[in-house]
T-cell receptor, first 114, second 112 residues
Framework: GAGVSQSPRYKVAKRGQDVALRCDPISGHVSLFWYQQALGQGPEFLTYFQNEAQLDKSGLPSDRFFAERPEGSVSTLKIQRTQQEDSAVYLC????????????FGPGTRLTVL | GDSVTQMEGPVTLSEEAFLTINCTYTATGYPSLFWYVQYPGEGLQLLLKATKADDKGSNKGFEATYRKETTSFHLEKGSVQVSDSAVYFCALIVGSARQLTFGSGTQLTVLP
């Protein structure tokens, strides 16, 4: 079956622009996660949804970062007024209700802010 | 806070060599432990897991044992193949938290 998909795969933005990154989780997965992966580092948690509810956003680095999942399926991570330090790969993952520990990751969106 | 420390890479081995990638952790509670693998051009994939002390996770010839006394979860494989070339991440989840805490990753290159 289809895995987690993310779009776009690559995004180049000028400093100060707003960007929107999309995640399509595996169908039926109730949990959805966003992670940020800097070059040469492990992923770092940003935020977590269960269905449409955002239960944890403690990892969002600033109020320029905003995530939503209005219908409990597709999610969008929005970054306003992008800065160079926002350059990273943004990973989305989803998991099912009964195997919550097993997260399935998408290929990521590589964001470069010039 | 919770954290994971992995041996620094990159690691380069010849085919059929023995592999060990060290991983130690610090956790505020009782963690579940994971190894994820990222092949070139692909997303992260769960390789193996262990949820309690002395459990051994295994998959594709890889093994790791949850050692509570040494807070470690070292990844081993007896005979690596070229196709094992990838980045390996050790990770944990603590208690009711849902998010993974990752180490910094170890790049493995296996030469024919």
């Amino acid at each position: 079956g289809a895995g987690v998909s993310q779009s776009p795969r690559y995004k180049v933005a000028k400093r100060g622009q707003d960007v929107a990154l999309r995640c399509d989780p595996i169908s039926g997965h109730v949990s959805l996660f966003w992670y940020q992966q800097a070059l040469g580092q492990g992923p770092e948690f940003l935020t977590y949804f269960q269905n449409e509810a955002q239960l944890d956003k403690s990892g969002l680095p600033s109020d320029r970062f905003f995530a939503e999942r209005p219908e409990g399926s597709v999610s969008t991570l929005k970054i306003q007024r992008t800065q160079q330090e926002d350059s990273a790969v943004y990973l989305c993952a989803s998991s099912s209700q009964d195997r919550a520990y097993e997260q399935f990751f998408g290929p990521g969106t590589r964001l470069t802010v010039l | 806070g919770d954290s994971v420390t992995q041996m620094e890479g990159p690691v380069t081995l010849s085919e059929e060599a023995f592999l060990t990638i060290n991983c130690t952790y610090t956790a505020t509670g009782y963690p579940s432990l994971f190894w994820y693998v990222q092949y070139p051009g692909e997303g992260l994939q769960l390789l193996l897991k262990a949820t309690k002390a002395d459990d051994k996770g295994s998959n594709k010839g890889f093994e790791a044992t949850y050692r509570k006394e040494t807070t470690s979860f070292h990844l081993e494989k007896g005979s690596v193949q070229v196709s094992d070339s990838a980045v390996y991440f050790c990770a944990l989840i603590v208690g009711s938290a849902r998010q993974l805490t990752f180490g910094s990753g170890t790049q493995l290159t296996v030469l024919p």
